[in-house]
């Protein structure tokens, strides 16, 4: 039973197509020992792309490019996560600053994003399987 629809209309969200990831390579970033920062970033996409999916692959190779930057990890169905992992405040700090992640940023909230939340995060402790 699909409730998407019943809850897309109880929370007056609009409808969204399915568009599968550009990526197909999946992978849980590999971080340094800890500490280090986790920024989370939380999104409710508007409808359509308008030229998001492009700039996500831009910032996506300009974030692995910046000084401090770890990796990055995200998902995306009703709700989009994205995680990205650097080495300091000062490396975030940085990153945000970039021209044309200002621009990414700007877009976003203009024509990309019904809400967003960015968090910033202390890591202080991490473990795998």
């Given amino acids: 039973m699909d409730v998407a629809p019943s809850l897309a209309f109880v929370f007056n969200l609009p409808k969204f197509e399915y568009q ?60 989009g996560i994205t995680v990205s992992y650097w080495t300091s405040l000062e490396a975030i700090k940085n990153w945000k600053a970039v021209s044309r992640h200002r621009l990414a940023q700007q877009y976003g909230q203009q024509k990309w994003y019904q809400s967003y939340k960015v968090r910033i995060c202390l890591v202080e402790r991490d473990y795998e399987f």
Avoid at 42 to 63: F, N, P, V, W
Wanted: glycine share 12%; hydrophobic share 35%.
């Fill in 20 to 79: 599968p990831c550009k990526t197909t390579l999946l992978m849980i970033s590999q971080t340094p020992q800890a500490p280090y920062y986790a920024v989370i970033f939380t999104s409710i996409r508007t409808a359509g792309d308008d030229g998001y999916g492009d700039m996500a692959a831009e910032m996506g190779k300009l974030a692995a490019g910046q000084e401090g930057y770890l990796g990055v990890e995200s998902a995306r169905n009703e709700i």
